[in-house]
């Protein structure tokens, strides 16, 4: 969604230089320019590698999108403070880190913006669902740090974020979950579908084109509704 022909990006993964590789391909595809780095965010010294690699490479920085997680559903009595932890490195630190380094990029930028992606486990809790505390609570981090950031950095940077529900990604992403368990899903939320990578894609661009300049400190919701 955000390649155009002009633009130029950076694709991150951790481990996964293949899947990043066939984004960037398709950034090219579009007239744009991709680079591929690879770093893993949960090493406190990785995002602001990152953010120094990537700027240099595109020779600055004017959007930057924080869509690193970690998905833990261990229940709390058995989650120990190692594991409690590894979700605030890979989620909460990740964003803080990436924020601090982007920042004097970003204020050198045009109309910068800076998007993070959180997830509907920060908001529902219920005895039908999945919970997943770790994350849950390593997000819920993220999103205040978000509204923290968009006073601060007001008015040269907005800060947002997306928050997906259930999203369908690849075909054999989900292979843990059988037929009646999505449908199941699928029918607690009200537009009775799951979300796509194209709509959680579509947000933020949203927010990070010129029509959202006036839009800061808020979490979008992408989810069908079941956070309603």
Not at 13 to 27: F, I
Not at 41 to 67: C, F, K, T, Y
Not at 156 to 162: C, E, G
Request: aromatic share 6%.
């Amino acid at each position: 969604a955000l390649a155009a022909p002009g633009t130029i990006v950076t694709v991150h993964t951790r481990a996964n230089r293949e899947g990043a590789e066939r984004t960037a391909a398709a950034v090219r595809e579009r007239g744009g320019t991709a680079h591929v780095l690879l770093a893993d965010l949960a090493a406190a010294d990785a995002p602001a590698r990152l953010v120094e690699q990537a700027a240099s490479a595109m020779g600055g920085l004017d959007v930057l999108v924080s869509n690193a997680g970690f998905a833990d559903k261990t229940p709390v009595e058995r989650l120990s403070d190692e594991a409690f932890a590894r979700s605030h490195e890979a989620i909460t630190f990740a964003f803080l880190r990436l924020a601090r380094a982007a920042r004097p990029y970003l204020l050198e930028g045009r109309e910068p913006r800076l998007i993070a992606v959180s997830s509907f486990v920060a908001h529902v809790f219920r005895t039908d669902m999945q919970v997943f505390p770790a994350s849950a609570a390593a997000k819920a981090g993220m999103e205040a740090l978000v509204r923290a950031l968009a006073i601060e950095w007001a008015p040269r940077v907005t800060v947002n974020a997306v928050v997906p529900g259930f999203t369908r990604k690849d075909p054999g992403a989900h292979a843990a979950l059988d037929l009646k368990q999505w449908e199941e899903i699928t029918a607690r939320i009200p537009m009775r579908r799951l979300g796509t990578p194209e709509d959680l894609a579509a947000a933020i661009a949203f927010l990070a084109s010129p029509a959202a300049g006036y839009i800061t400190g808020q979490c979008l919701h992408v989810d069908g509704g079941i956070t309603a």
